[in-house]
T-cell receptor
Framework: GAGVSQTPSNKVTEKGKYVELRCDPI?????LYWYRQSLGQGPEFLIY????????DSGLPNDRFFAVRPEGSVSTLKIQRTERGDSAVYLC????????????FGPGTRLTVL | AQSVTQPDIHITVSEGASLELRCNYS??????LFWYVQSPGQGLQLLLK??????LVQGIKGFEAEFKRSQSSFNLRKPSVHWSDAAEYFC?????????????FGTGTQLKVEL
């Protein structure tokens, strides 16, 4: 079956602009995660959804970052007033939601803020 | 809070040689442990995972890893490396019982395979 998909694959924006990054999880997966990977680093956790609600948003760096999952499937990560330091690859993962279930990652969206 | 250390930033091995990538974790109890591989331009692919039970776990592509509680380690091994194994490898730890399986990753080990 289809894996996790993310759109766009690349996004270039200017400092101060607003961006939205989309994630389509594997069908039937109730848990959805966003991570951010900077160059030379491992992914860093941002936020986790169980169904429609954000169960853990402790990794969001500040209030410019927000994510939604209104119908419990597709999720959108929203970044306001982008800064050059937001440039990174944003990864989405999904899992069946069972305790300890492995997470399956999408290819990521590379965000570049000029 | 949990943490993961991958001491080797780069490793070079010859094709056909054996491989061991080191991973040490910090967590107050037995965590969930994972190894992922990332090829250039690709997403993270799960190689194997440890939740409980047998401390030697088998994964895809001929990889295995051994959980050693006394050493807080979860090293990844492969008996004979293929050129296609060249990639970046990440060890990750998840906290059972709460946090919904939020993963903490190491900084990765870049594997180069010499032909």
């Amino acid at each position: 079956g289809a894996g996790v998909s993310q759109t766009p694959s690349n996004k270039v924006t200017e400092k101060g602009k607003y961006v939205e990054l989309r994630c389509d999880p594997i069908s039937g997966h109730t848990a959805l995660y966003w991570y951010r990977q900077s160059l030379g680093q491992g992914p860093e956790f941002l936020i986790y959804f169980q169904g429609t609600g954000a169960a853990d948003d402790s990794g969001l760096p500040n209030d410019r970052f927000f994510a939604v999952r209104p119908e419990g499937s597709v999720s959108t990560l929203k970044i306001q007033r982008t800064e050059r330091g937001d440039s990174a690859v944003y990864l989405c993962a999904s899992s069946p939601g069972l305790a300890g279930g492995a997470q399956y990652f999408g290819p990521g969206t590379r965000l570049t803020v000029l | 809070a949990q943490s993961v250390t991958q001491p080797d930033i780069h490793i070079t091995v010859s094709e056909g040689a054996s491989l061991e990538l080191r991973c040490n974790y910090s967590y107050g109890a037995t965590p969930y442990l994972f190894w992922y591989v990332q090829s250039p331009g690709q997403g993270l692919q799960l190689l194997l995972k440890y939740f409980s039970g047998d401390t030697l776990v088998q994964g895809i592509k001929g990889f295995e890893a051994e959980f050693k509680r006394s050493q807080s380690s979860f090293n990844l091994r492969k008996p004979s490396v293929h050129w296609s194994d060249a990639a970046e490898y990440f060890c990750a730890v998840g906290a059972p019982g709460g946090g919904g399986n939020k993963l903490t990753f190491g900084t990765g080990t870049q594997l180069k395979v010499e032909l």
